[in-house]
Nanobody, 127 residues
Framework: QVQLVESGGGLVQAGGSLRLSCAAS????????MGWFRQAPGKERDLVAA????????DYAGSVKGRFTISRDNAKNTVYLQMNSLKPEETAVYYC????????????????????WGQGTQVTVSS
């Protein structure tokens, strides 16, 4: 069983930045691919960014490319999401997710493939 705890959410003005963190514990598999997703009220949970265990491979939703950066520190069992130039429409609950992987290169952008989820952290972007 893996526990994920997100932090770093809050209220920020449009154009501002936030850095989300996701601390993982209770690892049972050798490798975990990680992802950040977000869900606005009344909408589906969508991918924001995903990263492989080795941190070499990453993928982003088109709307955040060039503004958001996903990274990880496996020594600290932590994944980060640096968000810059935030927009009001990006107000949502942001979730961290983990998926057991067979290699350091595996990455998934499909939320249905993820095994574990955090409780989420609220990000509110004011206009």
């Amino acid at each position: 069983q893996v526990q994920l705890v997100e932090s770093g959410g809050g209220l920020v003005q449009a154009g501002g930045s936030l850095r989300l963190s996701c601390a993982a514990s209770g690892r049972t598999a050798s490798y975990y691919a990680m992802g950040w997703f977000r869900q606005a009220p009344g909408k589906e949970r969508d991918l924001v960014a995903a990263i492989s265990w080795g941190g070499v491979i990453a993928d982003y939703a088109g709307s955040v490319k060039g503004r958001f950066t996903i990274s990880r520190d496996n020594a600290k069992n932590t994944v980060y999401l640096q968000m810059n130039s935030l927009k009001p429409e990006e107000t949502a609950v942001y979730y961290c997710a983990a998926k057991s992987a067979g290699s350091i290169w595996y990455i998934s952008t499909d939320k249905n493939e993820y095994d574990y989820w955090g409780q989420g952290t609220q990000v509110t972007v004011s206009s």
